[in-house]
């Protein structure tokens, strides 16, 4: 089975700061990583994934993340956030194999609140 | 990516009784996912729906609780069962097309127990 921790719950930064979301994963087999954003009172939305290749993955609204399987690690990194980042980021895993239809294990979620 | 279309958005019933929840998805997949997030949690799976087959539940959760409907590759209905307020969630349905390996999810229905 495999298993998430994202390691703030919540993480304020002022506007045009970097950030970096923190997320952790427990796996005995290969896995997918995912990374979804849920703005308030919103159902979730894909901000990138990774499957496999390079390790740095670009997602949308100028997300990047990046794989690193010795430290079983996949954080999100923004160089310049806006106020409409804020939102409830959340990091999950899938087995990564060929196949589909596996279900998504999720992290608790960090809010992520960006002040002007 | 697949679209969801998931109703009701939100709803207030009343302890005791049950509310269904349907998921319309514009394409045909082979697994549907029901999802409960709690308020201020992360999201836990529900059950695993597969057309024509019964649902998987997850540890935690049981048929007559949640009874799930799959009646074919583009539907499913999540039914949540003798409400009480610990069932004030959001609930989520999810699909995975196969292609891309990325999950999409419906808007989610936001279910008050009082």
């Known amino acids: 089975a495999q298993s998430v921790t994202q390691l703030d719950s919540q993480v304020p930064v002022f506007e045009e700061a970097p950030v970096e979301l923190r997320c952790n994963y427990s796996s005995s087999v290969s896995v997918y990583l995912f990374w979804y954003v849920q703005y308030p009172n919103q159902g979730l939305q894909l901000l990138l994934k990774y499957l496999s290749g390079s390790t740095l993955v670009k997602g949308i609204n100028g997300f990047e993340a990046e794989f690193n399987k010795s430290q079983t690690s996949f954080h999100l990194r923004k160089p310049s956030v806006h106020i409409s980042d804020t939102a409830e980021y959340f990091c999950a895993v899938r087995r990564g194999s060929g196949g589909s239809n596996y279900k998504l294990t999720f992290g608790k979620g960090t809010l992520l609140t960006v002040n002007p | 990516s697949a679209v969801i279309s998931q109703k009701p958005s939100r709803d207030i019933c009343q302890r005791g009784t049950s509310l269904t929840i349907q998921c319309q998805v514009d394409?045909?997949?082979?697994?549907m996912f029901w999802y409960r997030q709690q308020p201020g949690q992360s999201l836990t799976l529900i059950a695993t729906a597969n057309q024509g087959s019964e649902a998987t539940y997850e540890s935690g959760f049981v048929i007559d609780k949640f009874p799930i409907s799959r009646p074919n590759l583009t539907f499913s209905t999540l039914t949540v069962s003798n409400m009480s307020p610990e069932d004030s969630s959001i609930y989520l349905c999810?699909?995975?097309?196969?292609?891309?390996?990325?999950?999409?999810f419906g808007s989610g229905t936001r279910l008050t127990v009082v």
């Open positions: 999810s699909v995975d097309t196969g292609r891309l390996y990325g999950y999409t």
């Open positions: 394409s045909q997949v082979t697994m």
